[in-house]
């Protein structure tokens, strides 16, 4: 009896560790523009955010404890009124590993500037996909679905598409409410707006350039290194087919806030003048951030 009991107990750990959480969210939340702030109050609502993020599983996959997606959410309070109501920024990134190596590739970067809504402490967070949920619900699992979607995009042609939809789905009940960052009309940089672009066919280059970029490039560095920088840059071509100067066009921001760096330490040293052809590509594509990738000309 014992022996079928340790067995049971084995079984569960195997079963629990197979269907672990997708993420692997760090967060962070200060307030450092309000004065007297209740570090506790702070705490307690880092700790709740934290535990939905990390606690839940998004998905019906089989996910290792390994293989969850390393993200962050820094949370900036800039208001707060005491009781309930809450005005914040969130910096969402998220991250995916390379194969063979030690390395994440950055694969979002993205700065809510609406990042407002209201909690109570001891309020339970709850979540369904098909339900209007309450405003911090609403965000969170709004972020997850995202970082999930934008994780398969980069292992599978079109992988994060149910991802996705489901994040449109959490948009389109909280146009309803009155909070900032779900109406297009409200700003051009918003959650509307990155979410309309991730399921826009217009700005499918952008989901296809992940795959292939990921998967197909930063993936085969450890077996050929040249060969894969090479295929990385005729891959980057592809993005000149996006019409960038579409209205709430949100996608080329975020590809480049999130890649700029790495574009540089992955196209400098390239044999003859490729990383000239690099350079020229990203100027034209990626104009604000030309200072970093002047290095590619020397």
């Not at 705490?43 to 993020?53: A, N, T, Y």
């Not at 606690?55 to 404890?65: F, G, H, L, Q, V």
């Not at 707006?193 to 399921?199: E, Q, R």
């Amino acid at each position: 009896m014992r022996r079928i009991y340790v067995t049971i107990i084995l079984l569960s750990v195997s079963i629990a560790c197979v269907f672990a959480q997708e993420l692997n969210a760090r967060v962070e939340l200060s307030a450092p523009q309000l004065q007297n702030t209740n570090a506790r109050t702070l705490e307690l609502l880092q700790r709740v955010i934290s535990d939905f993020l990390n606690n839940r599983s998004w998905t019906d996959k089989a996910i290792r404890p390994e293989e969850r997606i390393d993200c962050s959410f820094n949370i900036i309070i800039t208001e707060y009124d005491g009781s309930k109501q809450y005005k914040a920024t969130a910096q969402v990134n998220s991250a995916r590993p390379v194969y063979g190596t030690n390395y994440n590739s950055p694969i979002l970067s993205f700065r809510d500037k609406y990042f407002n809504f209201s909690y109570v402490e001891g309020e339970q967070l709850d979540f369904n996909d098909n339900q209007n949920l309450g405003p911090l619900s609403s965000l969170l699992g709004f972020y997850a679905n995202i970082i999930i979607g934008m994780d398969m995009d980069s292992f599978r042609k079109s992988g994060g598409t149910a991802m996705f939809s489901k994040a449109r789905t959490i948009m389109n009940y909280s146009q309803s409410s009155q909070v900032e960052g779900w109406r297009g009309m409200e700003a051009m940089d918003n959650r509307y707006w990155l979410i309309t672009n991730l399921v826009d066919r217009i700005y499918m280059p952008y989901r296809e350039f992940s795959y292939s970029f990921h998967r197909e490039g930063l993936d085969n560095m450890v077996e050929n290194e040249a060969k894969a920088k090479g295929a990385m840059g005729e891959m980057m071509a592809r993005l000149k087919e996006v019409d960038r100067t579409n209205t709430g066009n949100v996608l080329t921001n975020v590809l480049f806030t999130a890649k700029s760096n790495e574009f540089v330490g992955i196209f400098s040293k390239m044999p003859g003048n490729e990383s000239v052809k690099i350079y020229n590509l990203l100027a034209e594509l990626d104009p604000a951030n030309i200072s970093k990738y002047e290095t590619l000309k020397k």
